[in-house]
């Protein structure tokens, strides 16, 4: 069964750091690009950016640039998303997600069930 | 960045109905449009890929259709299960949007 099996969620305060994880299960793990979506009450499902497990290009969203990185390591087939300073803005729920492609057009078609992360002081 | 502008932003319906939720892009992008169905405490699920194309395992009454930079989702004899909300969501040009969402309710 094709997985994607997300760390648990996290309490922080504003300016800590934060690394949560999304282990892949099922597929090839270099063959399919990984997104990170946050989802909010506020402002619903945002994209924050892409990486290739292949080659591990990254393209972020410039919404998230500088604020967010992405990582993977192959050898585990996990996808990482690290803060260095977490803001109270960055309280979201956090989905791992599969690209799926057809003739060049993206869609996710694996989502992980997400990480709940809450920046309170 | 595109804006996707979907609507109704909720809407009532009743079990047999025949419903439609549509997404206005800002800009034309062919059938770089995807739906997604979410229920609550759940991750959205991939209904609906290019527009047109019906994910594996989805139900045949979900269809998607496309004119110009409007694409429709329409529920055709709705079910129980069906009751959630629907996101658009485009891959036309990065960064990747969403719609607001349409929740279904009873």
């Known amino acids: 069964e094709v997985q994607l099996v997300q760390s648990g969620a996290e309490v922080k305060k504003p300016g800590e750091s934060l690394k949560i994880s999304c282990r892949a299960s099922?597929?090839?793990?270099?063959?399919?690009?990984l997104s990170w979506v946050r989802q909010t009450p506020g402002k619903g499902l945002e994209w924050l950016g892409r990486i290739d497990p292949s080659d591990s290009q990254i393209h972020y969203s410039p919404s998230f640039q500088g604020h967010v990185t992405f990582s993977i390591d192959v050898s585990t087939s996990t996808a990482y998303l690290r803060w260095n300073s977490l803001k109270a803005s960055d309280t979201a729920m956090y989905h791992c997600v599969r690209h799926g492609v057809v003739g060049g057009i993206f869609y996710f078609d694996v989502w992980g069930r997400g990480t709940l992360v809450s920046v309170s002081s | 960045d595109i804006q996707m502008t979907q609507s109704p932003s909720s809407l009532s319906a009743s079990v047999g109905d025949r419903v439609s939720i549509t997404c206005r892009a800002a800009?034309?992008?062919?059938?770089?449009l995807n739906w997604y169905q979410q229920k609550p405490g759940r991750a959205p699920n991939l209904l609906i890929y290019?527009?047109?194309f019906l994910h594996s395992g989805v139900p045949s009454r979900f269809t998607g259709s496309a004119s110009g930079p409007e694409f429709t989702l329409t529920i055709n004899n709705l079910q129980p299960e069906d009751f959630a909300t629907y996101y658009c969501q485009q891959s036309y040009r990065i960064p990747w949007t969403f719609g607001q969402g349409t929740k279904v309710e009873i």
């Open positions: 290019a527009a047109y």
């Open positions: 099922g597929y090839s793990f270099t063959t399919y690009r």
């Open positions: 800009e034309s992008m062919s059938n770089y």
